[in-house]
């Protein structure tokens, strides 16, 4: 499992925006799925960054082999009962790992139990069962993914647009690394339970709010993902998404590269074109001047 703790500028926009997204918020900032519990932790700051990513392992003994990992890379590496902290020395991005119990398997995709078209009218807002994935960009990302890939022992699965796709077993990926001109979060992804939910849930978050609209519906080619992007008013993208290949792997090797196959589309459809609305953080957006500069 993995969870996220982020610094934002604007904090009470930002716990606004994940309430409606469907989120629990357990406690102001802290925000809960519905099967992984507690996976996102907003505090206030002077910049939107990445405070901190956790990361649950099997026992100690995968902790004290991820340590010596790490330190064998000159990779400082700070222990406390049950828990070791390092940083990412090309990001900069903490990443925190401490034995945990796993996530229980997602329930099978929703499915009408009897001939009622009304099952299919949505009355309450999505509630995302865990979360997927974190996309972080960064300055050289071949550097950064030996301290994910060498270091915390996760398999890479493809590169897209540039970066490394990484994962820790079935699901496609976990850990995103994208180049970009200085560190920032790219986006997070939101496992929900269908298409259906991928397609309710986007629509009902830009019905008010035509502007959070990012990048949606469409499917992905790697990893065969549902998705749709909305922007959070913290700078990053807020993605919901469902995998039905996810749960046909059937073991950690399911998506190793195939050797000779070339790169995958970032998406197989999606309305509009990628190139029409482009995945761009706020951060990396050239500023606007004003008419008399």
């Excluded at 993995?2 to 934002?8: A, G």
Aim: glycine share 10%; proline share 8%.
């Amino acid at each position: 499992m993995i969870s996220l703790t982020r610094r934002v500028r604007d904090l009470d926009g930002t716990r606004a925006f994940y309430r409606e997204f469907g989120l629990a918020e357990t406690s102001p900032g802290t925000f809960a799925t519905r099967a992984g519990g507690e996976q996102l932790h907003l505090l206030p700051g002077t910049a939107d960054e990445v405070a901190e990513l956790h990361i649950g392992v099997d026992s100690t003994d995968d902790l004290r082999a991820i340590g010596a990992a790490l330190e064998a890379q000159d990779v400082p590496v700070e222990r406390a009962d049950g828990t070791i902290r390092a940083v990412e020395p090309v990001s900069g991005v903490a990443v925190r790992l401490s034995v945990a119990d796993r996530l229980p398997a997602d329930p099978a995709p929703s499915a009408p139990d009897r001939v009622e078209r009304t099952e299919l009218v949505r009355r309450g807002p999505v509630e995302p069962l865990r979360l997927g994935h974190v996309a972080i960009g960064c300055t050289d990302v071949e550097r950064a993914k030996a301290f994910f890939l060498d270091g915390v022992g996760m398999r890479l699965s493809d590169y897209v647009i540039g970066g490394p796709f990484m994962r820790f077993e079935t699901d496609h990926h976990n850990v995103v690394l994208l180049p970009a001109p200085m560190t920032l979060l790219h986006h997070t992804a939101w496992k929900v339970r269908d298409v259906d939910e991928v397609g309710y849930g986007g629509s009902r978050m830009i019905e008010r709010h035509p502007e959070r609209h990012a990048w949606g519906l469409g499917r992905h080619g790697a990893s065969a993902n549902y998705f749709w992007y909305l922007k959070d008013p913290a700078g990053a993208f807020a993605e919901y998404y469902h995998s039905d290949m996810d749960a046909l792997a059937d073991g950690p090797l399911f998506w190793d590269p195939a050797p000779g196959t070339g790169d995958l589309p970032v998406a197989v459809w999606a309305s509009p074109a990628l190139e029409e609305r482009p995945l761009v953080p706020e951060a990396m957006r050239p500023p606007i001047l004003s008419a008399d500069r």
